[in-house]
């Protein structure tokens, strides 16, 4: 039969497959401001998708398609969160939650923090835990150097401080 007499219109459902957001395989470690932010991703998400029309044309079901994949990625991130509260930590070791200032070669003062792989966000110096930074700072004290394997090139940092806060 040709296909002009095919009933379906192949447009109508084109660009509606909307794919899963992959999951990381690493433990899920939250501050306790990255579980909050977690919580109001899934109720803004619900809000939203309650605010969607009825409408059944394509772009609405899009829409909603990525909506409910978005909140099943944030609800399973809630679910897999390990809280890890900052003020629980060895104040004298960079571990998860640290806010970590390090002199670089140059004398110049850099301060991060290392928080979960969803609450990163480098405009706000914060690196996720599984981040090559990070990794080379954790389990140091105040005065080790580390190596910073950037692409580049490896720069040596020097701890400076160490704090955990709420």
């Given at each position: 039969m040709s296909r002009a007499f095919v009933k379906e219109n192949d447009l109508e459902h084109a660009g509606i497959d909307v794919p899963e957001r992959p999951i990381?395989?690493?433990k899920n470690y939250v501050t306790p401001?990255?579980?909050k932010e977690l919580e109001v991703e899934i109720a803004l998400l619900e809000t939203e998708r309650t605010k969607l029309?009825?409408?059944s044309d394509s772009i609405n079901k899009q829409k909603k398609m990525q909506l409910e994949r978005d909140l099943r990625y944030f609800i399973n991130r809630l679910e897999s969160a390990i809280l890890v509260r900052p003020l629980d930590q060895d104040k004298d070791k960079v571990l998860f939650s640290a806010l970590v200032d390090v002199e670089n070669e140059l004398g110049n003062i850099l301060n991060f923090q290392i928080v979960g792989e969803d609450e990163s966000n480098i405009k706000m110096n914060k690196i996720a835990y599984t981040s090559p930074l990070a990794k080379a700072l954790i389990g140091n004290a105040v005065g080790?150097?580390?190596v910073w394997n950037k692409p580049s090139s490896d720069?040596?940092?020097t701890i400076v401080k160490i704090q955990y806060k709420i």
């Open positions: 990381s395989a690493e401001s990255g579980l029309s009825p409408n080790d150097e580390v720069e040596i940092l």
